[in-house]
């Protein structure tokens, strides 16, 4: 069984940065796609950014040219570096990733973590 752990949220002012974690342990062959998503208080849960495994990335318009996603092979874990962060980006994120367990795997999505909590105050 594959699971993940997402870290490094916590609260911050307006222009700082945080940068996010997500570490996935147990039994993984490959790791496909990965992605972070946020939900906001009463908004439904978007996808801000992804990396796949050959590295191409994906942005949602809203944080480009201040977010950069990023992924450790080795340590099967992928990063989210935030930066200029303002209020509106307060949310909890996770980080779904699709994973092979073996060579003939298509992969699977690992159940989704509990997320770690950005609140930025202006």
């Known amino acids: 069984q594959v699971q993940l752990v997402e870290s490094g949220g916590g609260s911050v002012q307006a222009g700082g940065s945080l940068r996010l974690s997500c570490t996935l342990s147990?039994?993984?062959?490959?790791?496909?796609?990965m992605r972070w998503y946020r939900q906001a208080p009463g908004m439904q849960r978007e996808l801000v950014a992804s990396i796949t495994s050959g590295g191409s990335t994906h942005y949602v318009d809203s944080v480009k040219g201040r977010f950069t996603i990023s992924r450790d092979n080795a340590k099967n874990t992928v990063y989210l570096q935030m930066n200029s962060l303002n209020p509106e980006v307060t949310a909890v994120y996770y980080c779904?990733?699709?994973?092979?367990?073996?060579?003939?795997?298509?992969?699977?999505?690992?159940?989704w973590g509990k997320g770690t909590l950005v609140t930025v105050s202006s």
């Open positions: 779904p990733a699709d994973v092979s367990t073996t060579y003939y795997d298509p992969g699977s999505l690992v159940p």
């Open positions: 147990g039994s993984i062959y490959s790791i496909n796609d």
